[in-house]
């Protein structure tokens, strides 16, 4: 059964890196079936989607975040990973990776709670 | 983007009654080659990951309940609760994925018990 899981800082300091990377286990990250994507959700808000990427390497941005979003696969290890370069305090949120299925939606990881603060 | 919107915000409905949540899409997510919607619902409870529900606006995914049900095509969907359990209070979302991602999301509704 396939399975997500982020890792990464949970606390942040403002103007920094946030850093993730999320670990596919139970299926190959390769598979021309699926893109992999991050997710986020604000305390209380609904759900942004921040970007996605093919196993080729291929990316796609949310607009409003793609000046500051890099978002890189590594099919060695089953993973991909997520940058978001200069936070602020309204980049505190669960950030999750997600299996996404262009026949079907989206499986989801547990999430990562990610907090900007000094 | 194709922009996503839900209706109503917040829902409260009873015990063993129908809730009915409403999602439309800024332009068709029909495929007219298949003549699939690409539409899903998801359920959020508190602490936990969206829940995949329905795929292809109508198609519950496998272990999901058959009281969830979806309906709709072109831009305007809804999903349909027919028997509310406590255990459907939660968050559900609808979400696009006609187009390349990023797959947009409604704003979300919340259901509760009333």
């Known amino acids: 059964q396939l399975q997500l899981q982020e890792s990464g800082p949970r606390l942040v300091k403002p103007s920094e890196t946030l850093s993730l990377t999320c670990t596919v286990s139970?299926?190959?990250?390769?598979?021309?079936?699926?893109?992999w994507g991050w997710i986020r959700q604000a305390p209380g808000k609904g759900l942004e989607c921040i970007g996605s990427?093919?196993?080729?390497?291929?990316?796609y941005y949310n607009p409003s975040l793609r000046s500051r979003v890099t978002i890189s696969v590594d099919t060695s290890n089953n993973q991909f990973s997520l940058k978001l370069t200069s936070v602020t305090a309204a980049d505190t949120a669960v950030y999750y990776c997600?299996?996404?299925?262009?026949?079907?939606?989206?499986?989801w990881g547990q999430g990562a709670l990610v907090t900007v603060s000094s | 983007d194709i922009v996503m919107t839900q209706s109503p915000d917040s829902l409260a409905v009873s015990l063993g009654e129908r809730a009915t949540i409403n999602c439309k899409s800024s332009?068709?997510?029909?495929?007219?080659?298949?003549?699939?919607?690409?539409l899903a619902w998801y359920q959020q409870r508190p602490g936990q990951p969206p829940k995949l529900l329905i795929y292809?606006?109508?198609t519950r995914e496998s272990g999901v309940p058959d009281r969830f049900s979806g309906s709709g095509s072109g831009t305007d969907f809804t999903l349909t609760i027919s028997s509310l359990q406590a255990e459907d209070v939660a968050v559900y979302y609808c979400?696009?994925?006609?187009?390349?991602?990023?797959?947009?999301f409604g704003q979300g509704t919340k259901l509760e018990i009333k």
């Open positions: 997600a299996r996404e299925s262009p026949i079907t939606g989206s499986l």
């Open positions: 139970g299926g190959s990250i390769s598979s021309s079936s699926y893109y």
């Open positions: 990427i093919f196993y080729t390497g291929t990316t």
């Open positions: 332009r068709s997510v029909l495929y007219s080659s298949n003549n699939k919607n690409y």
């Open positions: 292809w606006a109508s």
């Open positions: 979400q696009q994925y006609f187009t390349t991602p990023p797959y947009t």
